[in-house]
């Protein structure tokens, strides 16, 4: 999980655009926590063993909650679900030339992770630029992602 606060508030007179890349930038240190935390290294190495047995793979989700903290608005939530199948990890094993479960799980579960919040994102962008319209922005933002992984038959 990261969790990213931007307590600058923007301009007044700042564009739309400009409004919208800072949510965006905040987003991307949310990112750039949740893919180095120790917990996704947790995660990896509890799954490692999805690439050794050819049947196991797991599911799981990317979330996204912009929470708009200066706003009577309600929080906007993005989910984006992915899959590891065993072919990934075996992709990662060539690309990371380790034989380490846990290596090749966690380079899977970062690429997934940024692919889910770009994807989660896209569904989310239209209410975020409604929050735009409404001016939710102009106080305190704050970003949380969050990863779900759990084993799948």
């Known amino acids: 999980m990261g969790r990213e606060l931007e307590t600058e508030m923007p301009d007044v007179d700042a564009t739309t655009t400009e409004r919208l890349k800072r949510i965006f930038a905040v987003l991307e240190r949310a990112y750039t926590k949740a893919a180095q935390r120790t917990e996704l290294g947790r995660l990896a190495s509890r799954f490692q063993a999805v690439g050794d047995i050819h049947h196991h793979h797991a599911r799981g989700d990317v979330s996204i909650s912009i929470q708009y903290l200066d706003h009577e608005r309600y929080d ?16 990662a ?8 479960a846990d290596v090749n799980a966690l380079k899977v579960l970062r690429k997934e992770l940024r692919s889910g919040i770009l994807a989660a994102y896209q569904k989310l ?20 992602v969050t990863v779900d992984l759990r084993p799948a038959e």
């Open 125 to 144: 962008e239209p209410r975020v630029k409604d929050a735009l319209r409404d001016r939710a922005d102009m106080g305190h933002v704050q970003v949380q």
């Open 93 to 100: 094993k060539k690309e990371t030339k380790t034989s380490r």
């Open 76 to 91: 906007d939530v993005g989910v984006s679900p992915f899959e590891i199948k065993p072919y990934h990890v075996a992709d």
